[in-house]
């Protein structure tokens, strides 16, 4: 009985088969094309994103790109195509597919002659991103970090000019958020509130373009909950950093309305944070 079960199995297997094989060939022939697949080989793929970047046809760009990262894997036509597809997709504004080619591009070469550029890039995708201090501000702090990896990473790359500026932006865009965030608790009288986010700026992004009034906000929010002693100190920092601003005339206005005048109370917080501005950190 096994065995004429084991024989039956057996012919099944055969039949089974011989159908198969006889549907193929009996099937019309394949166009692969249609498929997504491209028989080019990668050198020619690649001449052809290249020539339909310059021609500005950059979907197709990337098609071609992707067709030699997806079908050649791991090979170098497919680490160059991975460069310039990452390149395509930020100059499409698809900022999201280009951070995961660049991403992807750093994880697997990091030590390649194009990890530079590719980390750039991956900054410059983020600095895109950045949008006015109203709205949330984390592209701001990704753009620092990715072009401060620029600037640590590849210290001798020729993007590093560029990627200080674009993290000096960034910096006074976090600063400009706590600033928007600290005026918010200024007007509801919310004075403690206001006075940490106005020691962000003084304390983490002094060299920004909001230390003068971040100073400024101090004396008021402490002037107004009368730490006056903190409120002078305040006004003292300012008066010495930046003494013809305006700022600094209307601290000083504040602090005569009760008799008082800019003075450096040395255990305060707010004089060890001058120190650095005075250092230019």
């Known amino acids: 009985m096994m065995k004429t079960a084991r024989a039956l199995l057996a012919s099944l297997l055969v039949l089974s088969a011989g159908a198969s094989i006889s549907g193929c060939q009996s099937d019309p022939d394949i166009d692969i094309t249609k498929l997504g697949l491209e028989t080019d080989p990668p050198d020619v793929l690649y001449t052809q994103g290249l020539a339909n970047m310059k021609a500005g046809n950059m979907a197709e760009a990337a098609r071609k790109f992707d067709a030699i990262d997806r079908e050649n894997p791991f090979s170098e036509w497919a680490r160059k195509a991975l460069v310039?597809?990452?390149?395509?997709?930020?100059?499409?504004?698809?900022?999201d597919d280009a951070l995961a080619s660049g991403n992807r591009y750093m994880s697997q070469y990091p030590k390649s002659p194009d990890a530079a550029y590719v980390q750039y890039l991956i900054g410059l995708t983020?600095?895109?991103?950045?949008?006015?201090?109203?709205?949330?501000?984390?592209?701001?702090?990704?753009t620092m970090e990715a072009m401060q990896a620029v600037i640590d990473n590849y210290p001798n790359s020729e993007y590093v000019d560029d990627a200080q500026a674009k993290i000096r932006f960034a910096r006074d865009q976090l600063a400009g958020k706590e600033m928007q965030i600290g005026r918010?608790?200024?007007?509801?009288?919310?004075?403690?509130?206001a006075v940490s986010r106005f020691r962000i700026v003084v304390e983490k992004y002094p060299s920004t373009n909001q230390i003068e009034e971040a100073l400024a906000r101090l004396v008021e929010?402490?002037?107004?909950?009368?730490?006056?002693?903190?409120?002078?100190?305040?006004?003292?920092?300012l008066g010495h950093n930046y003494p013809d601003s305006q700022w600094y005339a209307d601290s000083y206005k504040l602090l005569q309305t009760g008799g008082a005048e800019p003075r450096e109370n040395k255990g305060s917080w707010i004089a060890a944070a001058g120190k650095k501005l005075l250092l230019g950190s």
Do not use: C, N, W
């Open 184 to 193: 918010y608790y200024m007007e509801r009288k919310e004075y403690l509130a």
């Open 84 to 95: 310039m597809s990452t390149f395509v997709k930020f100059r499409q504004g698809r900022l």
């Open 126 to 142: 983020y600095s895109k991103q950045i949008v006015d201090v109203t709205q949330d501000q984390r592209a701001s702090a990704k």
């Open 221 to 237: 929010a402490y002037y107004a909950m009368g730490i006056v002693d903190e409120a002078q100190t305040a006004a003292a920092v």
